[in-house]
């Protein structure tokens, strides 16, 4: 059962990024995940009174690490990224990999190695508040493209991620949500689920409300990037019995061309 004890906020950055605030209150501490932007940081930090402890990087591309020395300097917290992306992570202070644990307060969250969009990827699961930072790895209705890794490599660390609870609620680093339902659509289309969701989420984007966090559950029933064993969709890109790692690769080339 869940604590819950951290307190999670969302902030909506440069034209579809995501930060994440992620606070204790009872030590205190607060953790910036992925800052971008210096301002528009702090200016949510100030609006909640949460003094920043922490920053909690998941790779090291600019829109996640761009305002990092920048509130390093200003605030003297504490800069955790991934161990293999170490000197690609400015104002690094330690360096984790798969198996660490890194806490805020008393509240841990496991590390979990998740190469593919890029070589050296973390995320972070809090497991006692069912949340997962996830960066670029996994979407709603997507996963991140393949600019250093494999196929194989992200086809794994999507395994990893499929193993966690269901009710894991997923908080991914983009809002691409109604772009990777049309392109699910195309590759899924016999899907009911991924059908309604997709009305769901049109709905809500008229409405200029967040589709982000997703959780594990609805993603493993809607992301086609979760479902290449699905027989419905090798059949409909033409790959049936296909090894699994290949059915995904060639999801992952349509996406690329979509």
Not at 5 to 17: G, R
Not at 137 to 150: D, K, S, W
């Amino acid at each position: 059962m869940s604590t819950q004890s951290l307190k999670i906020a969302q902030i909506p950055v440069l034209q579809d990024n995501y930060l994440f605030l992620i606070h204790d209150p009872v030590s205190g501490e607060t953790a910036i995940i992925d800052p971008a932007l210096e301002d528009e940081t702090v200016e949510a930090l100030d609006a909640r009174g949460w003094q920043p402890t922490h920053i909690f990087n998941t790779h090291h591309h600019w829109d996640h690490v761009g305002a990092n020395v920048a509130l390093k300097e200003r605030f003297n917290l504490k800069i955790i990224g991934p161990a293999a992306d170490r000197d690609r992570i400015p104002g690094i202070d330690i360096a984790v990999g798969e198996g660490d644990k890194v806490h805020l307060g008393d509240v841990a969250a496991d590390v979990i190695f998740v190469p593919g969009h890029t070589t050296g990827h973390i995320a972070y699961h809090f497991s006692s508040e069912q949340a997962l930072f996830c960066g670029d790895t996994l979407f709603a209705m997507g996963c991140g493209r393949l600019f250093e890794g494999t196929p194989e490599d992200m086809w794994g660390s999507l395994s990893k991620l499929m193993q966690l609870p269901d009710e894991t609620q997923v908080y991914c680093a983009h809002e691409y949500t109604l772009s990777n339902g049309k392109f699910a659509l195309t590759v899924d289309p016999q899907n009911t689920a991924l059908t309604q969701r997709m009305q769901d989420v049109e709905a809500m984007r008229a409405a200029g409300k967040p589709t982000v966090p997703t959780t594990i559950g609805l993603e493993k029933a809607t992301n086609p990037f979760l479902r290449p064993m699905s027989e419905s969709i090798q059949e409909t890109v033409g790959l049936i019995g296909a090894p699994i790692p290949a059915v995904f690769a060639d999801i992952r080339a349509r996406k690329d061309s979509f």
